[in-house]
Structure formats: C-alpha cells, structure tokens
C-alpha cells in the first residue's frame, strides 16, 4: 500500500524550510523595507528590484483553469529538470536507494540520479518501445523509490500503452514519475487527469515545447498536494524569477495561438512521415507523438556530419540502446523541413 511518509528521507521530512521574506508576508503595502532588496530600483526601463512571488500563485492559478487541476497540486520549477532533482533529494537517500528507469529515455533521470548518489537501475523499453513489465517487477527492490517514466518518449516518439502505465501504478507503492514533456503534441490523454486515482503519482509537463517558452526555463510537476508540499520544502527561496513568470503569465493568455501552432507542426511532422520514407538514405520511420521523428537512416554518424556540412543541424542517437543508425529529427517550420528533405 503506497505510504507517502514512508517514502521521504528523514532529513526531508524534518526540514524545516527556509523563510523568505516574501514568505512571510504577503499583500500589499506602500513601502518594503523587509527583503534588503535595492530601494532606489534597477538600471532597467521596468524595475527588477523586488524579488519575485516565491510560489509563483498567479502562474498556478492560470495554469489550474488550463489544466483543469487546482493550484496546490502544481509545483514550478527552473526547467523540468529541477522538479527531477528535486525529487530524487525528496525520496532518495543517497548510496541506499535507486531509482528505475527504462531506456532509451531522457538523458538527465540518470544524470540527476548520479549527481545526488542515487543507483540507477536500467529496465530496457520492448523492441517496439514498449514497458517490459515482467523485467520491471523483478527489477524493484525494498530501495526502489521512484520509476521515470517518458510518455511520448524521449528519443523514441511513441506513447506507453496506458494499459502497461496504469498495472504499474497499482501495483508498484513507490513514486511513479511521468514525464510529460511532448505531451500536447500527442492524442493521447495527459495523466494530469488520474491524479486523484493514483496517490504515488507524479507528472511533469513544460512550456519548452508546445508552448515555446524553451528559453524561460519553466518546468511543471502536478501531484497530490502533500507531494507539492514536499517539493516546496526543498526548492530555492526564489526559484522562477519575475521575468520568466511575467512573460509565462502572458503566453497562457494565448492559448488558440499556441494551439494553431501545434496544429502546424503536427501537420509538418505527418509530411515528413510520410516524404521521409521515399528517400534511400532512409532505412525507417518510426511513429511519433510527438514533436520529432527517430529515423533509422543508413550510416547515422556520416549522414549527421554531412547535414551539418550543409547548416542542419539533427540529433544523432546512434549510441543509445535501440537506437542504431538513427537520427532525432526535430519537426521545423515548413521552409526547414523542405531544405532537411532536399539535403537529405
């Protein structure tokens, strides 16, 4: 039976929390003395002086009506990979516990993992991309604290069958983690959804992609609120700055523009599913929910060094497990796609 408080490091759960001046007060008032912040402003057209709403309450609040969860179930954090650290500092006592994840997938599960001493333990995707469920059952030991999981994957395009996901989250009490990241580009119905249904569940999703915002840095986590509550323990005092958040506010105001645009690139990553096939250098594309393509090609590190003798520049994933030979190609504007399948 999952038991959350069984799940957190000691230290973790006795924290107490650094106190923000922001913290603590909140409201309006005519003159801030509290912070140590510069009185006299900034150099800048728009002052930068004051420091930043810590929980970021009117970024959530927009993104509850959005994503149809309240805003104590959101966590932001500086990318999505600061939601990874922080999770991994959340449950994993470092040297004693590991985590699961299931390759080939998002490089900085383990990255994260390594860097916080946390054993990684690899339960390879099926030959079509696929959980291995059996493998993964006998994989999770007594120290298994959290599985990752990529849906549409990373580097592979395709979504887990939701069949395989949901018999891991009933029958797995640690913290499942799914990485939502492509998401929007996908028919596939977000996760987001069965939080109530599944207390030990954790999705991530990103304004990078579909949204755009790459550059902003700002990740999302959606769980139960005393996961939240945990994650809040552990992040930076101030963590999305006032810029990153001002300019988020504004983009979630444009919800049909970003909509339109994900209608263009899904239609641009059909054309190229479907143009990619005919050229011989082409050996297989593989089916995509995503904003990119993992194209089998013959002589992969060849094939990336003459497209970038050309300016284009592809990702090559010929070195990672069921990968061989392939290139991840990103979806571009229609204009790009033309000049890749012409060099191509």
Partial sequence: MFNLSDLIRPNIRDLVPYSSARDEFKGEARIFLDANENSLGSPLTKWYNRYPDPMQW????????????????????????????????????????????VPPTYGMYE???????????????????????????EAVDDNTKMIF???????????????DVEML???????????????????????VQEL??????????????????????????????????????IKPPYNINQASQELALKALD?????????????????????????LPVVEHVYPSDANFLLVKVKDAKGLYQKLLNKGIVVRDRSNVILCDDCLRITVGTEKENTELLDAL
Avoid at 77 to 92: H, P
Avoid at 149 to 163: F, H, K
Avoid at 201 to 224: D, E, H, I
């Fill in 111 to 137: 990255v994260s993992a390594n860097i916080n001493n946390v054993k990684v333990k690899k339960v390879p995707l099926t030959a079509g991309f696929q959980l291995d469920l059996p493998a993964l059952e």
């Fill in 149 to 163: 999981l990529c849906s549409p994957n990373n580097p592979t395009g395709n979504s887990l069958i939701r069949e």
């Fill in 196 to 233: 109530e249904d599944y207390p030990n569940l954790v999705v991530l999703q990103t304004l990078s992609k579909a949204w755009g915002l790459a550059a902003l840095r700002v990740g999302m986590a959606f769980a139960s609120e005393s996961i939240i509550n945990v994650m809040n323990k």
């Fill in 58 to 101: 009117a970024v959530k609040e927009k993104l509850s009506v959005i994503k149809g969860v309240a805003p104590q179930n959101i966590f932001l954090g500086n990318g999505s990979d600061e939601c990874i650290d922080i999770l991994l500092r959340a449950f994993c006592e470092p040297a004693v516990d590991n985590i699961i994840i």
């Fill in 254 to 278: 444009e919800v049909n523009q970003v909509n339109e645009m994900i209608r263009v690139l899904v239609q641009e990553r059909t054309r190229l599913e479907q143009e990619l096939p005919n």
């Fill in 169 to 191: 989250l009933n029958n797995y009490f640690g913290i499942v983690v799914m990485d939502e990241a492509y998401i929007n580009f996908s028919r596939q119905r977000s996760y």
